[in-house]
């Protein structure tokens, strides 16, 4: 059942990742030209400030209260950018989709980079304060070349398919758009059939962490709105970009090298689920003040 729910998050991701190179036009890389700092920042912001802002506010003063699969299920959300239900989130909440996706896309691009990055100081983090992460076996390469497969090459393959034959692309890219999401309720379904006994004793037994990833959760919504700018379409859309995490990413390398560490998959469920309820609180903010201006 684990070894399905790992080819299943691998080919859920893949098949998003793929799905959003296709839908961007008409040209994916436009910000890098025309507003290259906002870009530096907002991936900056999402792939490495949002972790370490974590880390420093949260983890480490939560390290002695929190459990090791609450933990790494923590920072393993924190390392994650570019989430993939993103687009659907933003079109539903009257943000701007196309800024959505050329942030996605490059923040998939440059996770290869961040996700080994942040493993090696969340490692670090963890062995300083005396936590030994057990059951978690996976080094700076393994993390970097499971990026690559499941992020960025198929990003890239999309891109460039979508610049050769966009007539094709663009009929492919709404009918994987609609499979990959499909993908992703089977995906999330399967982690809870996988973990369904464990997630209720999780939920009462790390009731500090389910406060810790409230907490974590505004914070990256709070990132995302300031580095965003004084537009407030602007500001919903890069909240949401950062605040969001990469739920796929995340199960794909806590089902392929977290095996040893009972406890890790429900806590992703946990996160996703806070985040859910997070970012609804905010997005009803967010309507009450810009019910003025409309």
């Given amino acids: 059942m684990r ?10 991701i893949v098949t998003l990742m793929f799905s959003l190179g296709l839908g961007l036009k008409p040209y994916p890389f436009l910000l890098l030209r025309d507003r290259p700092a906002f870009l530096w920042r907002v991936l900056l912001g999402t792939g ?34 570019s989430a993939p239900l993103i687009l659907f989130r933003v079109r539903s909440s009257g943000g701007t989709a196309e800024l959505a996706a050329r942030l996605q896309i490059g923040a998939a691009l440059l996770a290869i980079v961040t996700v080994p990055l942040m493993e090696v100081i969340f490692r670090a983090a963890a062995g300083l304060r005396g936590w030994e992460v057990a059951g978690w076996g996976i080094s ?49 379904v399967a982690l809870l059939l996988l973990s369904g006994r464990q997630l209720l004793p999780f939920l009462q037994q790390n009731l500090v962490g389910l406060a810790g990833m409230a907490v974590l959760s505004a914070l990256s919504l709070a990132i995302g709105y300031a580095l965003a700018g004084p537009d ?10 950062t605040g969001m995490r990469n739920t796929g990413l995340a199960a794909q390398l806590a089902l392929s090298y977290g095996k040893g560490l009972a406890g890790l998959i429900p806590g992703l469920l946990a996160y996703v689920l806070i985040t859910v309820i997070v970012t609804t609180l905010f997005l009803r ?3 009450r003040q810009l019910a003025p201006s409309g």
């Fill in 285 to 287: 903010w967010q309507q």
């Fill in 140 to 188: 700076p390469g393994q993390v970097a070349g499971q990026v690559l497969k499941v992020q960025v090459l198929p990003v890239v393959a999309g891109v460039l398919l979508g610049q050769w034959q966009p007539r094709l692309a663009s009929r492919c890219s709404r009918a994987l758009g609609a499979l990959a999401t499909v993908l992703l309720i089977v995906m999330l």
């Fill in 3 to 12: 070894e399905a729910a790992g080819v299943l998050a691998t080919t859920t």
């Fill in 48 to 81: 490495v400030l949002v972790p370490l802002a974590g880390l420093a506010l949260v983890l480490l003063p939560l390290h002695g209260q929190l459990s090791r699969p609450a933990w790494v299920a923590m920072a393993l959300m924190l390392a994650c950018p």
């Fill in 232 to 241: 407030p379409l602007e500001r919903r859309t890069v909240a949401l970009v």
